[in-house]
């Protein structure tokens, strides 16, 4: 069984711009989450879907959003690029709401500069 | 809220021997999970180990047990017969059961290293 698969690795891209993240869960898996990594914040939660709703959101601005697809498929923007949302963006999946073992992917490494 | 302390930024043990990683939190919360997860340097989160707060057993995993005190909020993490392989940084992680609301929150991690 295939992981979770986080496209693309790596990112590099100019203030002001625009970013657009890619998770494929676990074949099965209909519970997304999302989490920034960097050294000064650590980890921290952005926000999960589950059957194409969002279901929780973390204390971060609207610049960051996020979509579900009907093959469980998850997608994060990030807008207005800042400095500091140069992190480790990565995904995790659980197989459903009761199930409380999240598989992560290898993450997005986001540079802004 | 939820908070997850993890007190030692970094420790070393030689190879085979044993090592505790140490982890506290905070909650007012009855129903929830702790966790510790491994992220080796390919950044995968990896889960080591999973403690049920409703269980008082403490959970183990081949080399890997933990000791959970439920009054003490606290939640440590122990490797026998450490292995170079477990070289990594070790997160503890809290996860209530609130529907609508299983996020992960997170300690800032113990980066652990295994001396040959």
């Known amino acids: 069984k295939a992981g979770v698969t986080q496209t693309p690795r790596y990112l590099i891209k100019t203030r002001g711009q625009q970013v657009t993240l890619s998770c494929s869960p676990i074949?099965?898996?209909?519970?997304v989450s999302w989490y920034q990594q960097t050294p000064g914040q650590g980890l921290q939660f952005l926000f999960e879907?589950?059957?194409?709703?969002?279901?929780n959101k973390g204390n971060f601005p609207g610049r960051f959003s996020g979509r579900q697809f009907s093959n469980s498929r998850s997608e994060m923007n990030v807008s207005t690029l800042e400095l500091g949302d140069s992190a480790l963006y990565l995904c995790?999946?659980?197989?459903?709401?009761?199930?409380?073992?999240?598989?992560f992917g290898q993450g997005t490494r986001l540079t802004v500069v | 809220a939820q908070t997850v302390t993890q007190s030692q930024p970094e420790m070393s043990v030689q190879e085979a021997e044993t090592v505790t990683l140490s982890c506290t939190y905070d909650?007012?919360?009855?129903?929830?999970?702790l966790f510790w997860y491994k992220q080796p340097p390919s950044r995968q989160m990896i889960l080591v180990i999973r403690?049920?707060?409703?269980?008082?057993q403490n959970a183990t995993e081949n080399r890997f047990s933990v000791n959970f005190q439920k009054a003490a909020k606290s939640f440590s993490l122990k490797i026998s017969d450490s292995q170079l392989g477990d070289t990594a940084m070790y997160f503890c992680?809290?996860?209530?059961?609130?529907?609508?609301?299983?996020?992960?929150?997170f300690g800032t991690g113990t980066r652990l290293t295994i001396i040959p």
């Open positions: 992680a809290f996860m209530r059961l609130n529907f609508g609301n299983e996020k992960l929150t």
């Open positions: 074949s099965g898996h209909r519970s």
């Open positions: 879907y589950f059957s194409e709703t969002q279901r």
């Open positions: 909650t007012s919360e009855n129903n929830y999970y």
């Open positions: 995790a999946s659980r197989s459903g709401l009761e199930n409380t073992e999240a598989f």
């Open positions: 403690q049920e707060a409703y269980k008082q």
